[in-house]
């Protein structure tokens, strides 16, 4: 009798773990960790994404904002979770290609993440506090190469995408700026620039744009080669004095190495599900953001482009002698 009682529980023990084992991915919340602080560019675009992608996964995504040397603390905390897709990396250019080369990581951007999806790219836009007293892009570099260090840059950080920018900036139009880093990101740098705490940003369109259309700090021009499509009164680049000078960050999905192929899949679906939305897709647009291709949205793509940015950027940043050191 004893036996069979043991039996019996045993059974239902082993039962009970098959059909937790056969549920469906997810059957509980999705963490998606934002290495940045909220209500910045990444954050901003997160929250537009992750809304539609709910709809699809039949679960609630769960946003998580953690902060530190320029994105690579979120970065590594999405790198050490349980491979078991609930815990999404969300990243861009600068956590996911730039700091690679700028600081001396605990962790591998290829072998120790494992791609889903490319949301989106833009070009950043060169922004200048209210009462500025260049007018344009030309006089603000011969300000600048005739005042070396009198203005401020703010950024999130050496290595970050707007340190990156002005470094780059800086080589090509040999003007020099005083660099001002912020722990928490995009979000207080806006903020100082509307406040005219500090001089200049370059800062990503999806959340330059509406404070250039409320007037609360001036757009010098656009690093791209075109003008926006919702902004076609910046100037590129190019037509304002500064050629050549293309940077474009662009965003993505990854997963912790190891993470099943089947719940990889899923997360791929629902991305490209939210991008297809037209509600969706109109809201980024109207942000400045650009859409690849839907052939260009898939894991393996991410995962090629990926690769490809880092041979590309890597060999520019470390030239430009940004490296520094974090802890391990």
């Known amino acids: 009798m004893r036996r069979a009682v043991i039996w019996m529980l045993t059974w239902v023990s082993l039962s009970g773990m098959g059909a937790a084992l056969a549920q469906p991915y997810p059957t509980r919340p999705v963490t998606l960790i934002v290495p940045y602080g909220a209500g910045g560019p990444l954050d901003t675009l997160t929250r537009i994404v992750s809304e539609r992608?709910?709809?699809?996964?039949?679960?609630?995504?769960?946003?998580?904002?953690?902060?530190?040397?320029?994105?690579?603390?979120?970065v590594g905390r999405a790198v050490r979770a349980t491979p078991d897709g609930y815990t999404v990396s969300v990243g861009n250019w600068p956590t996911h290609v730039v700091n690679g080369a700028a600081f001396d990581l605990p962790y591998d951007m290829l072998r120790d993440l494992d791609p889903v999806a490319l949301l989106s790219s833009n070009p950043y836009v060169i922004v200048a506090r209210k009462g500025l007293p260049a007018k344009d892009l030309r006089e603000l570099i011969t300000f600048l190469k005739a005042n070396p260090e009198k203005l401020t840059l703010g950024t999130a950080g050496p290595g970050s995408g707007q340190h990156v920018s002005g470094v780059y900036f800086q080589?090509?139009?040999?003007?020099?700026?005083?660099?001002?880093?912020?722990r928490a990101g995009a979000s207080d740098i806006v903020k100082d620039l509307v406040g005219g705490h500090i001089d200049l940003t370059f800062e990503q369109a999806i959340s330059a744009l509406p404070y250039v259309r409320s007037g609360q700090f001036n757009a010098y021009?656009?690093?791209?080669?075109?003008?926006?499509?919702?902004?076609p009164d910046i100037p590129t680049v190019d037509e304002a004095g500064a050629p050549g000078v293309y940077i474009s960050t662009w965003s993505g999905l990854w997963?912790?190495?190891?993470?099943?192929?089947n719940i990889v899949r899923k997360l791929t679906d629902a991305a490209m599900d939210a991008l297809a939305d037209q509600a969706v897709h109109r809201r980024l647009e109207?942000?400045?953001?650009?859409?690849?291709?839907r052939e260009q949205q898939t894991a393996a793509a991410l995962g090629a482009y990926h690769k490809a940015e880092i041979e590309k950027w890597w060999p520019i940043i470390k030239s430009g002698d940004v490296k520094v050191e974090i802890g391990r």
Do not use: C, H, W
Request: hydrophobic letters at 45%; proline letters at 10%; a positive charge.
């Open 53 to 74: 992608m709910r709809v699809s996964l039949g679960q609630p995504m769960l946003i998580e904002n953690i902060t530190g040397a320029s994105g690579a603390v979120g």
């Open 255 to 261: 997963v912790p190495r190891g993470t099943p192929t």
């Open 221 to 231: 021009a656009v690093t791209a080669g075109a003008r926006l499509a919702v902004a």
């Open 171 to 182: 080589k090509v139009t040999g003007a020099s700026l005083r660099f001002v880093p912020y």
């Open 286 to 293: 109207d942000l400045g953001q650009v859409i690849p291709p």
